[in-house]
T-cell receptor, first 112, second 111 residues
């Protein structure tokens, strides 16, 4: 049973470009969460999605950030017009319900 | 509470000793708690969880203790091994399904 998969593992973008981060949840999990982690800090919640629905986006910046979890395919976290402050590790987690969240390996975004 | 980006507190133990990692949580309404282990360059790995109707739960070499009166959580690792070296985070889950993470503790195991 494959775990949560994320790609790319590393992503380099120049300021002003777009970043697209993908997450495939564990088989049978319909709940997806995105978190962001700065060095030496804990993870900070961004958004919680179920298939085709955003349930809670209270941790996501109102501008430039968006997330989706379509009926088919992976969940996507999209960051438009990236700035240096967006550099961080972005983790996706999945769960079958309100239970333990299992994390993927993360995408490390570096904005030059 | 919110992490402010300070260096992580570090616990250094000798191989074979027991380790105790502590965590204070913020929300008295939280009903589910999880300990995660994070190795360098990897995602958080589930270790053990506990619900608020319990005060102790044991796994293989790990024990989690929950004190709701003082909003305190601890993780005990028996016979610590070099492979246990990592950053450990506690996380609380309240009604909204999101996890709120503590600031983390770095465990270093000396051979």
């Amino acid at each position: 049973n494959a775990g949560v998969m994320q790609n790319p593992r590393h992503l380099v973008r120049r300021r002003g470009q777009e970043a697209r981060l993908r997450c495939s949840p564990m088989k049978g999990h319909s709940h997806v969460y995105w978190y962001r982690q700065l060095p030496e800090e804990g993870l900070k919640f961004m958004v919680y999605l179920q298939k085709e629905n955003i349930i809670d986006e209270s941790g996501m910046p109102k501008e430039r950030f968006s997330a989706e979890f379509p009926k088919e395919g992976p969940s996507i976290l999209r960051i438009q017009q990236v700035v240096r402050g967006d550099s961080a590790a972005y983790f996706c987690a999945s769960s079958p319900g309100k239970e333990t969240q299992y994390f993927g390996p993360g995408t490390r975004l570096l904005v030059l | 509470g919110e992490s402010v980006g300070l260096h992580l507190p570090t616990l250094s133990v000798q191989e074979g000793d027991n380790s105790i990692i502590n965590c204070a949580y913020s929300n008295s309404a939280s009903d589910y708690f999880i300990w995660y282990k994070q190795e360098s360059g990897k995602g958080p790995q589930f270790i053990i969880d506990i619900r608020s109707n319990m005060d102790k739960r044991q796994g293989q070499r790990v024990t989690v203790l929950l004190n709701k009166t003082v909003k305190h959580l601890s993780l005990q690792i028996a016979a610590t091994q070099p492979g246990d070296s990592a950053v450990y985070f506690c996380a609380e889950n309240n009604a909204g399904n999101m996890l709120t993470f503590g600031g983390g503790t770095r465990l270093m195991v000396k051979p």
